[in-house]
């Protein structure tokens, strides 16, 4: 009850100094509304969508029916003006209708007080732009969503913080009247690797009680597999949990092929979908092929070991060399998927882009110019230990051989054969 006080005097206020305001002029947008500008920065040329006139009494505010477009530009009087600010306000009741598609365009900074404050908004997916670093309270509070899933993209990396900080979107689905504003099957998509400041943003917003943190549920993070369904990928700041359909791998090892016309083979551990991936792990991802991937980040549970890991990576691009060191990067080269020496380099070094991985070996174990590797048996491996028993009362499981060609053998003779692991004669 103290909330909705505190909300109700906090309309009355705003709605006092809406009406003071005024504006500069008028325009029309792609969509046929007439909207309401005021000028904030007549050098820089900068302007924001403010109230229509007359917004006073209960019923006072723009009315939508259908699609609507927060312009990134408007001309007045031959002079083109920065749409920075959409800062209206809507009373409760006002009759505002529906907005079936909203579009924000990069170049907008601020959403205001309560702007889509219950409005009926149809986006399956809503982008707020990069440009956005200021949200009024309660700027998306009991906005009535009304697709049946609803992905809210955040392309800006820094959560905006402060008492305002944060738009609330107001997932407990609290609404006068019993109505159900939560936004069904929702999934708030957050840049790479930030997921974790978002969670850790709690300072709440001026309406609605909501922080960022509030969302620690809803937040997914993507990654784009290429045409070979393989990629590396590096976390930085947050682990990453394997998401269905795919599989993350890293490599602890090389054996070698015994000829420098063959290559050597990798000694791959693989993790199947569920699994959490510690942050600062370099691993190689498999996926279906050009698609984009979403997954969790920053998720509670136990982490995987990937003690002698070999994939190395970064959170952004640059640059990797060490005396004593030879340097690979994934790609599908003449002996198939692989690592690979990076173009001239010839091994002394690599380029990586922001979250790929690289593999790191030895100078004595990496004479061969690439090195294969054979997930499908590590996945396979993967995939049936975790649904076999343990052994119990000293009961053995078979051993895994392959040659030194990284072909698993089931019937070894006599030879040199890697066994577990181990290189091993018999």
């Not at 309309?11 to 006092?16: D, F, S």
């Not at 900074?109 to 956005?132: H, M």
């Not at 053995?396 to 698993?408: N, P």
Request: charged letters at 15%.
């Amino acid at each position: 009850m103290k909330k909705l006080l505190l909300l109700i005097f906090c309309i009355v206020a705003t709605l006092t100094s809406y009406a003071q305001a005024g504006y500069d002029f008028s325009a029309t947008n792609s969509n046929g509304y007439t909207l309401y500008y005021k000028i904030t920065d007549p050098i820089r040329k900068r302007v924001e969508i403010v109230n229509a006139p007359g917004a006073m009494g209960m019923w006072a505010g723009y009315s939508f029916s259908g699609p609507f477009d927060v312009p990134a530009q408007v001309e007045n009087g031959g002079v083109t003006y920065n749409v920075v600010s959409i800062n209206v306000f809507f009373m409760l009741g006002a009759g505002h209708g529906s907005i079936t598609t909203l579009t924000l365009h990069e170049g907008l900074e601020t959403i205001g007080y309560t702007t889509f404050w219950q409005f009926n908004v149809g986006n399956s997916e809503l982008i707020i732009p990069s440009t956005v670093t200021s949200y009024g309270g309660g700027a998306f509070y009991q906005t009535f969503w009304t697709a049946p899933s609803v992905r809210i993209r955040i392309l800006n990396p820094i959560p905006a913080s402060g008492y305002n900080g944060c738009p609330a979107f107001d997932v407990n689905g609290r609404g006068f009247g019993g109505g159900v504003t939560v936004p069904r099957n929702l999934k708030i998509i957050v840049p790479t690797d930030v997921t974790r400041a978002y969670c850790n943003e709690t300072t709440p917003c001026g309406a609605g009680g909501y922080s960022w943190s509030s969302y620690a549920d809803y937040y997914r993070e993507e990654v784009h597999i290429g045409a070979t369904g393989y990629t590396t990928y590096y976390l930085e700041n947050e682990n990453f949990k394997v998401p269905t359909g795919c599989t993350a791998y890293i490599i602890t090892g090389v054996t070698p092929s015994g000829s420098v016309t063959n290559p050597d083979q990798a000694v791959v551990k693989a993790f199947t979908a569920g699994k959490i991936i510690p942050k600062q792990t370099g691993f190689v991802l498999q996926g279906p092929a050009n698609s984009t991937v979403t997954y969790e980040a920053n998720v509670t549970g136990t982490e995987v070991n990937v003690a002698g890991n070999l994939l190395i990576g970064t959170a952004t691009e640059q640059p990797f060399s060490a005396t004593g060191k030879r340097f690979y990067i994934l790609a599908n080269g003449d002996q198939g998927m692989g690592f690979y020496k990076q173009g001239t380099r010839g091994g002394m070094s690599i380029k990586l882009k922001a979250h790929r991985a690289g593999l790191c070996l030895d100078e004595s174990v990496a004479r061969a110019k690439s090195i294969v590797f054979d997930f499908d048996t590590a996945r396979d491996e993967a995939e049936a230990t975790g649904i076999q028993n343990v052994p119990t009362n000293g009961e053995q499981k078979d051993d895994i051989v392959y040659d030194l060609q990284g072909r698993r053998i089931m019937n070894p003779t006599h030879g040199i054969y890697i066994i577990n692991g181990k290189k091993v004669i018999k």
